[in-house]
């Protein structure tokens, strides 16, 4: 079972950036695919914010889109999030998170989040 350490959160000013880190343990890195980035800021749900497979590909929901870059290197087995143009409203504790590949009641194959770490916290606020 894999296992996952979150760093590199803390205050900063809007407008301001930060890079998130995330330690993979576990099991062999070359066998993750998908990684994943969510959020949870006070009060809401957590939500998927970014997504990066093995072969770098990456997604994006829209209210991060041209401000984070999630990238990942093998050899430090760890997984990135780069937060540029930081706005108060990306204030949240985030969470890396490796899922499965699993088939759903309705037979449809989806991604299931994993074990979860204990997250970083984010806080932008002028």
């Known amino acids: 079972q894999v296992q996952l350490v979150e760093s590199g959160g803390g205050l900063v000013q809007p407008g301001g950036s930060l890079r998130l880190s995330c330690v993979a343990s576990g099991t062999p890195f070359s066998n993750i695919d998908v990684m994943d980035w969510y959020r949870q800021a006070p009060g809401k749900q957590r939500e998927l914010v970014a997504r990066?497979?093995?072969?770098?590909?990456?997604n994006y929901i829209d209210a991060v889109k041209g401000r984070f870059t999630v990238s990942r290197d093998n050899a430090k087995h760890t997984l990135y999030l780069q937060m540029n143009n930081l706005k108060e409203e990306d204030t949240a504790v985030y969470y890396c998170?490796?899922?499965?590949?699993?088939?759903?009641?309705?037979?449809?194959?989806?991604?299931?989040?994993?074990?979860w770490g204990q997250g970083t916290q984010v806080t932008v606020s002028s």
């Open positions: 990066i497979t093995a072969g770098g590909s990456s």
């Open positions: 998170n490796v899922p499965t590949l699993t088939r759903t009641e309705g037979g449809l194959m989806s991604y299931k989040p994993g074990i």
